[in-house]
């Protein structure tokens, strides 16, 4: 069994309605995916996370590596991926690249192999897991805070239990958003914001103190990613959990967050971080510090499918009778690539995600959709790199 081919492709679709974080604006949904074939007729999907231009061409370098190799060994194929790549990118892009190979073939064994990538993983060890609604972002509306607490009770009328929410645009203007969220969705729903390393050290002590009054269930990227001590000293400082991972690569680099003791959630992106294969080493990585994860997960249906089967096999820590709860980001701002691309096998009802036992990653791809927002394409067909 060989794999026969590799084609990334860039989808891109623009926005109807701008929005915007910390950082800068969006106006455009621009993805990378891939999809591997192998020489039986199966096919996986993978995505990566970051540039997708980028993202593509570093696949389209990687490709050589992978053609001809038998896709059921997605370890073997990392370690080469990992090794070709190891003197010139340990952290960044590259690193997506290995990690959408990576996931296309974690879906590609499942679909060959007949079972859900999370019984490959090692089973399945809770029956649901909880979406949290990722969005409340920013826009140039003179009623901002207003337009906030409307689109948090929307999500709450939606059945969600979970959501997040963007800060970094100001402590005072922060502030008063947090609360108009908060009352807005009660206090039964939590709550968690995220500033995109929006804050210097003491900015970011001043807003947790002020808005811990309102039950925020972890402040995620408060500081720049690069401050592993800063963290440290700021979860010294403050109630409220801190969460943070999502720009940090490969087991070495969260290693080095866990060692300072920076963050009480780690948030690996599994499109970014090193895919299935290394972020399931980061999990266990993370259970030996007592550190929860909790993936970020942005992007397609492919990258919400391959955090979905991840989380379902983390281990429950700590174990007791009533589990605690294993979440799920869910971003709700406007995406047709995520909407239109892949038909989830994901159930949701009463706030929870069910899980069928569907091959691979369980979704359903939808190729006229592909054919719809592919801007960029490119094959590596096994017969090229015999030649």
């Not at 607490?149 to 203007?173: H, P, S, T």
């Not at 290394?278 to 030996?288: D, F, N, P, Q, Y």
């Amino acid at each position: 069994m060989k794999i026969k081919s590799i084609e990334s492709f860039v989808l891109s679709d623009k926005l109807e309605n701008t929005f915007h974080f910390s950082q800068w604006e969006y106006s455009e949904r621009r993805i990378c995916i891939v999809k591997i074939t192998s020489d039986t007729g199966h096919m996986g999907w993978g995505e990566g996370y970051g540039p997708a231009d980028v993202i593509k061409a570093g696949i389209d370098h990687l490709s050589s590596f992978v053609i001809g190799q038998n896709p059921i060994e997605t370890e073997t194929i990392w370690s080469i991926l990992y090794r070709r790549s190891l003197d010139y990118a340990r952290r960044g892009v590259l690193v997506a690249s290995i990690s959408a190979i990576d996931v296309a073939l974690w879906d590609l064994k499942g679909k060959i192999l007949d079972l859900p990538v999370y019984q490959l993983l090692g089973g399945k060890k809770r029956d649901s897991i909880i979406p949290y609604a990722t969005g409340l972002y920013f826009t140039k509306s003179k009623s901002l805070t207003q337009d906030l607490a409307i689109e948090a009770q929307r999500y709450c009328d939606l059945g969600f239990k979970a959501m997040k929410m963007k800060v970094g645009i100001g402590i005072k203007e922060d502030i008063k958003n947090v609360k108009a969220i908060r009352e807005a969705i009660g206090p039964d729903v939590q709550l968690m914001v995220d500033a995109n390393h929006a804050y210097s050290l003491r900015e970011a002590i001043l807003l947790s103190k002020a808005i811990e009054q309102y039950d925020i269930s972890w402040f995620e990227e408060p500081i720049s990613p690069e401050y592993y001590e800063q963290y440290a000293e700021l979860r010294t400082r403050t109630t409220i959990p801190i969460a943070g991972g999502e720009c940090e690569y490969l087991r070495f680099g969260f290693q080095t967050i866990l060692k300072n003791n920076s963050v009480d959630i780690l948030q690996p992106d599994i499109c970014a971080a090193g895919g299935l294969t290394e972020v399931k080493r980061i999990g266990t990585l993370a259970s030996t510090y007592g550190i929860e994860v909790v993936p970020h997960t942005w992007g397609t249906g492919i990258a919400l499918a391959a955090a979905s089967h991840y989380i379902f096999n983390l281990d429950i820590l700590p174990g007791r009778l009533n589990a605690p709860s294993a979440f799920i980001e869910y971003d709700r701002t406007e995406n047709a690539l995520r909407d239109e691309l892949t038909y989830s096998n994901l159930t949701f009802a009463e706030g929870a995600f069910t899980i069928s036992d569907a091959p691979g990653l369980g979704f359903e791809f939808n190729e006229d959709a592909l054919r719809k927002y592919a801007v960029c394409h490119q094959p590596v067909e096994l017969s090229e790199v015999q030649s």
